[in-house]
Nanobody
Framework: VQLQASGGGLVQAGGSLRLSCAASGRTFSSYVMGWFRQAPGKEREFVAA????????YYADSVKGRFTISRDNAKNTVYLQMNSLKPEDTAVYYC???????????????????WGKGTQVTVSS
């Protein structure tokens, strides 16, 4: 599967952005999807994951209550709605896909099979 993230940009603190990730292929609905981010000088970190049906989600503590992951299997797209953005959310955001069963908190350490190119999110103070 090929993944293409979009929707990044520059926003003021407290603002919102919605990221999208379009996937190729007819088996999108069978993949667990996730979002990760990497800030300058830091390691890539987990943000959120969603099961193939959308019924299960898992978030990093740093974004819980502010970010929402969702998916539209008919459109082969996964979304990340980001509200109440903070300067520390500034990073390149990547979407990723996992062929295996949904593993919830295990995604905190990675474990995705496919990665897309990132989209830059910059939050100004």
């Amino acid at each position: 599967v090929q993944l293409q993230a979009s929707g990044g940009g520059l926003v003021q603190a407290g603002g919102s952005l919605r990221l999208s990730c379009a996937a190729s292929g007819r088996t999108f609905s069978s993949y667990v999807m996730g979002w990760f981010r990497q800030a300058p000088g830091k390691e890539r970190e987990f943000v959120a994951a969603i099961s193939w049906s959308g019924s299960n989600t898992y978030y990093a503590d740093s974004v819980k209550g502010r970010f929402t992951i969702s998916r539209d299997n008919a459109k082969n797209t996964v979304y990340l709605q980001m509200n109440s953005l903070k300067p520390e959310d500034t990073a390149v955001y990547y979407c990723a896909a996992d062929k295996g069963p949904y593993r919830g908190s295990a995604y905190s350490t990675g474990g995705m099979d496919y990665w897309g190119k990132g989209t830059q999110v910059t939050v100004s103070s």
